[in-house]
């Protein structure tokens, strides 16, 4: 089946430095990738929608200049948390579709960011 | 009014009991309704996927939508203690979007 990494998996930075997450599909190419956070006990929330080739669509309230997405390749996308600070520690999560009609999407292991 | 609604438990059963974990929805365009298990710390990994209204099995998961009451359920037959997770519904209409239940959280005790 259709696997997607994400790494790293936990990664503790300092306020004001910038981390970068990286969602990999494995076996199949992803066009679109999606990046989601997750609070304790709270539902998965969209972040934005990572186009390959082209800039990411950012849900309201996401601020853009402060999560970065790049999606490079059809086989690779990545967040980056630009001057980060405590607030921003959370659950990151990606997934993609392996198939443009298919609405099963494959998520990653998710990456627990802890700004300190 | 929340789109999506889930009772976020937690659900504790016996093992080997029949388990029912349920969603509404306010959204009359969703045809797109999936169930994913969570474990602590860990991206939501897929279980099922239905189009529209009806039933679908899988080994012991079945999912049910109907659509005319906007309501979902996910039934675990002969449940383990390694069913204890975060069960998730969501749901999409004809874009990408999903939108996320909050999650159940099950613990099958042995």
């Known amino acids: 089946g259709a696997v997607v990494s994400q790494h790293p998996s936990r990664v503790i930075c300092k306020s004001g430095t910038s981390v970068k997450i990286e969602c990999r599909s494995l076996?199949?190419?992803?066009?679109?990738m999606f990046w989601y956070r997750q609070f304790p006990k709270q539902s998965l929330m969209l972040m934005a929608t990572?186009?390959?080739?082209?800039?990411?669509?950012?849900e309201q309230g996401v601020e853009k200049d402060k999560f970065l997405i790049n999606h490079a390749s059809l086989t690779l996308s990545t967040l980056t948390v630009t001057s980060a600070h405590p607030e921003d520690s959370s659950f990151y999560i990606c997934?993609?579709?392996?198939?443009?009609?298919?609405?099963?999407?494959?998520f990653g292991s998710g990456t627990r960011l802890t700004v300190v | 009014q929340k789109e999506v609604e889930q009772d976020p438990g937690p659900l504790s059963v016996p093992e080997g009991a029949i388990v029912s974990l349920n969603c509404t929805y306010s959204?009359?365009?969703?045809?797109?309704f999936m169930w994913y298990r969570q474990y602590s710390r860990k991206g939501p990994e897929l279980l099922m996927y239905?189009?529209?209204?009806g039933n679908k099995e899988d080994g012991r998961f079945t999912a049910q939508v109907d659509k005319s009451s906007k309501y979902i359920s996910l039934f675990i037959r002969d449940s383990q203690p390694s069913d204890s997770a975060t069960y998730l519904c969501?749901?999409?209409?004809?874009?990408?979007?999903?939108?996320f239940g909050t999650g159940t959280r099950l613990k099958v005790l042995a």
């Open positions: 997934s993609a579709r392996d198939r443009p009609a298919n609405y099963g999407y494959t």
């Open positions: 990572s186009n390959e080739g082209s800039k990411a669509t950012y």
């Open positions: 959204n009359s365009a969703f045809q797109y």
């Open positions: 239905t189009y529209s209204s």
């Open positions: 076996d199949f190419q992803a066009t679109t």
């Open positions: 969501a749901m999409a209409s004809g874009t990408y979007k999903y939108i």
